[in-house]
């Protein structure tokens, strides 16, 4: 199991293609997953109920990158990219651990 | 795939919830009677490989992007209830420490990413592998043509629930409340795209991760697949 450890770290380090591949070819957001401010670019105006709720949450790591590092270059968001993934795989990891064992026969 | 706050009125998501609710509950019990201790680090590693996969933002040039789960490889190695509970756990994190998908959108994220997707790409790779063995052609592109299929059907559920929003909510002139466009709209785009691109993806994910789990002589302890 450790070689499968191995592969999800390259696949943390190679993650950053993730968001340079999409910007070198002009492709924006998943569909159906607009801010508010694409959201009017798109038809005119914001709905009212989606403008109240879309602001909900207070991600640590927004977009998956660090706080306040949304307008740096893309070289800074990669290493905010990987660092979101290293942080939300331990994440991911440690609750499956927990969860699983609660769940799992003894 | 991941729906925002804000996309789904109260009424769906507490809907969505709902629904969820007993599937959660069924599947604690399944995993109470049937998940060894011992199985426990394969679904931490699960977790930690659809968590990564869907960081991989695939475009469509000019367009939008998308991306993988890893849902259905994930449901040949543990099983369909186990997937389950490792996308829920994927996907909970996402929305409150990433902002991936919104916090009262967790329901309807984990209806169609954690249930929708393994469940049906689970049992069309099952279908199609029949009693094939293992290690043979017909049971790698079963296992392909099961992420395909289980990434569509997942993408076919989140444009119903985002083109149900205008009929549900909207204000006494017509205006939507919530998400703005029609079924007639989330329809075609959700599920273009992915029938294009993004299922190929998730297949081409499933195949790849199934072939290797296969080459290093992992995939035949495991009595899902």
């Known amino acids: ?106 | 795939m991941h729906i925002p706050d804000g996309y789904l009125g109260p009424q769906t998501y507490v809907t969505m919830f709902g629904i969820m609710a007993p599937i959660w509950i069924k599947a604690s019990r399944v995993l109470n009677r049937t998940l060894k201790m011992s199985q426990v680090p394969l679904l931490a590693l699960g977790a930690a490989f659809s968590f990564v996969i869907m960081m991989f933002n695939i475009p469509i040039p000019g367009g939008t992007t998308g991306h993988a789960v890893g849902g259905v490889i994930l449901s040949i190695l543990i099983g369909p209830w186990a997937t389950l509970l490792v996308i829920t756990i994927v996907l909970v994190i996402q929305a409150l420490i990433f902002g991936d998908g919104g916090i009262t959108a967790i329901g309807a994220n984990c209806f169609n990413m954690g249930f929708i997707l393994p469940f049906v790409g689970y049992y069309t790779y099952r279908l199609i592998s029949g009693n094939s063995p293992l290690n043979s052609k017909r049971r790698i592109i079963a296992a392909g043509i099961g992420g395909y299929i289980g990434l569509n059907a997942a993408a076919l559920f989140t444009a119903i629930e985002l083109g149900l929003q205008p009929i549900i909510s909207h204000t006494d002139k017509g205006v939507p409340l919530y998400s703005p466009y029609p079924l007639s709209i989330t329809v075609p785009a959700m599920l273009g795209e992915h029938l294009i691109l993004f299922g190929w993806v998730e297949a081409v994910v499933t195949m790849a991760a199934f072939a290797y789990l296969l080459k290093t002589n992992f995939i035949k302890e495991w009595e899902y697949a």
Not at chain 1, 31 to 60: A, F, H, R, T
Not at chain 1, 62 to 70: A, M, Q, S
């Open chain 1, 1 to 106: 199991m450790h070689r499968l450890w191995k592969v999800i770290i390259l696949l943390v380090i190679l993650s950053p293609l993730g968001i340079i591949v999409p910007y070198l070819l002009n492709a924006g957001s998943a569909w159906g997953e607009w801010g508010p401010d694409e959201i009017k670019e798109l038809i005119g105006y914001v709905p009212s109920g989606l403008e109240k709720l879309s602001d909900l949450g207070k991600p640590l790591f927004p977009d998956y990158n660090l706080k306040g590092w949304e307008e740096k270059p893309l070289t800074y968001q990669s290493i905010g990219y990987i660092v979101s993934g290293l942080v939300g795989i331990l994440i991911v990891v440690g609750v499956t651990l927990l969860l699983g064992k609660v769940l799992s026969r003894r």
